[in-house]
């Protein structure tokens, strides 16, 4: 839990020697709880400082790895709401395997990438689930993580072809499941001997409240929670009182990302909880098998939810060229957020013409959101093409604005001498035919 000033200046010297360039111990206290400074700062700081503020920066929800060639970190999350502050790391969206599947699959998954706003997603792990004997489901495990360098999440049916499996997969950081308080002890030294981490599971939060306490104290903390729950509703109030007891009540042995296994033998349902767990705190959720639709509406999602609010998505300002214009080449101006950055140039290029996309800095707000904050104006659009240059470069002198904020068009006009101002849709969605009837002739 985060310290008040107060606290840290009790463990400080307090002899107001002022190396660390505040005046006194008392206002470096200060900036220290507000994250301002670094107690490295202070040469005379104690072990116990050191130790206690220690403690007290770590995120309420411990940061896991998993992967070693494709690394994804899990948790380090201090806020409950995104708008707080930012979600640090997103859900993992892994799918699951049987051991008996065709090895065509493996490929499938390691190739499917989904491109949205100037992003590529990708599926973060494979969960391997065991149907065939020991050795085969070991042996498959080899093969999908030969095949994909992706984690695995490996589900045995029990403790020997857990220990087969992590071994054929020595060294993955892979997940090894279904550790519970009976074979705890057994699966701890396997994972700390073929470097894994293990996703604990009990019947209730009081069992993995338990079980995490247990492993941390024997000395393994590399631990991800599988919460048993049975319907929609218990999943989100199970995931909302994990989190709320990791970062309001302090409760370390809840602090742990979790993993959850979606199956519940309908696709509505398995659909909606998925959305349950990326949207309440899931750190990886497994979907039942590998379903394209499923993933995309997934990611897209997940996109969402895991985009910095305070930073909006944005793309650099600069001339693009969409498709292979020429120095006669229409040119269209809008802002650089990213998603509208997109959705125009997907629907010039949709449009089958090569053009000019002019993209001021306009801090990653949309069209009416930067024209209200003066972002956005003619003079603002004017300064910016004077600045690349575009009179050089370009024969045209006919621009398109976006309809939304036809009102710029005189100043964009005056403050571009030699330039026609043609005013194009509001939506990016009716540029292919606004093109195709004002420009192409
Ligand atoms: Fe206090 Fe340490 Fe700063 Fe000196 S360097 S004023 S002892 S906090």
């Keep these: 839990m985060a310290l008040s000033g107060l606290q840290i200046q009790k463990l400080l010297p307090k002899t107001n020697c002022k190396e660390c360039g505040s005046s006194t ?20 700081a104690s072990e116990e400082a050191k130790q206690v503020l220690g403690a007290a920066s770590e995120p309420p929800v411990k ?48 190739n499917y990438t989904l491109e949205r706003v100037g992003e590529i997603l990708t599926i973060g792990a494979i969960a391997v689930t065991q149907r065939s004997d020991s050795d085969s489901f070991a042996a498959f495990a080899k093969k999908v993580y030969d095949a994909t360098g992706l984690p695995l999440i490996l589900r045995a049916a029990d403790d020997d072809s857990a220990e087969k499996a992590a071994k054929a997969v020595a060294g993955s950081c892979s997940v090894i499941a279904g550790v519970t308080m009976a074979n705890a002890d057994r699966m701890r030294e396997i994972a700390q001997e073929q470097g894994h981490v293990l996703a604990v599971t009990a019947e209730d939060i009081d069992g993995v409240f338990a079980l995490t306490s247990k ?21 989100y109030e199970t995931n909302s009182v994990a989190r709320k007891a990791a970062l309001k009540g302090g409760v370390k042995a809840m602090g742990y990302p979790s993993i959850s296994f979606i199956d519940t033998g309908n696709d509505l349902d398995d659909f909606a909880l998925a959305i349950t ?14 379903d394209p639709a499923q993933l995309s509406t997934l990611m897209t999602l997940r996109q969402n939810i895991y985009t910095d609010p305070q930073k909006p998505i944005q793309v650099e300002p600069k001339l693009y060229a969409i498709g292979e214009p020429d120095r006669t080449s229409p040119i269209f101006v ?75 068009s005189g100043e964009l006009e005056e403050s571009l001498p030699g330039f026609k101002v043609l005013v194009g849709p509001g939506e990016a969605s009716d540029l292919e035919s606004y093109i195709k009837s004002v420009l192409v002739k």
């Design 25 to 44: 111990c008392m206002a470096f206290a200060m900036k220290l709880a507000a994250k301002k400074a670094s107690l490295s700062e202070c040469p005379y």
């Design 63 to 110: 940061g896991v790895k998993i992967g070693r060639e494709q690394v994804s970190t899990l948790g380090e999350e201090t806020v409950f709401y995104r708008h707080e502050k930012t979600f640090v790391n997103q859900t993992v969206i892994a799918v699951n395997l049987y051991d008996d599947a065709d090895a065509e699959i493996i490929g499938t998954i390691k």
């Design 215 to 235: 492993l941390k104290q024997d000395g393994f903390n590399e631990l991800i929670i599988e919460f048993k729950t049975h319907s929609l509703l218990e999943a």
């Design 277 to 290: 767990e990326i949207t309440k705190f899931g750190g990886i959720t497994v979907l039942p098998s590998f």
């Design 334 to 408: 809008t802002t650089n957020f990213s998603l509208t950055y997109f959705l125009v140039s997907g629907e010039i290029e949709n449009s089958g013409i090569s053009a000019w996309l002019v993209i001021p800095e306009c801090e990653g707000m949309s069209v009416l959101t930067a024209w209200a904050a003066g972002k956005f104006s003619g003079s603002h659009i004017a300064k910016f093409i004077k600045e690349i240059d575009l009179e050089s470069n370009v024969d045209t002198r006919e621009i398109v604005i976006p309809g939304y904020v036809a009102q710029i």
